[in-house]
């Protein structure tokens, strides 16, 4: 396994495809971003913004159907690979309520066939 995918062996939960604009509030500034994966511990996502492993934010997301979810979260890793999008970072969620958790579990337990023939 390449390096820059090592991050997947450490993953506690499964993810599923959530290609969705996301907001983050950074040190009171406001950044609309592109998430490309969820699961009950956190995201992916792609910025523009310089982040650093261990900063702190809050996230807003909704996820399809459900009503907006915002959570505290923290920076967990970078991956440098190049993308239009900005740098991808694993962000984890930090306080996510019950509620938010088992919708989460729910899009994720409801991916499609082509999602799980795409992933290999």
Known sequence: MSESRSYIKRRRVPRREFKKKVGLLIAGDYHVNIATQIGEGGMMLHSHLQMVKGQKLVVIFRLPDRQETVVRAIVRYQLNEP?????????????????????????VASKSEAEYERAG
């Open 83 to 107: 993308s239009p999008f900005g740098a991808r970072y694993g962000i984890e969620f930090e306080n996510l309520e019950f509620k938010a958790r088992r919708e989460i579990r729910n899009y």
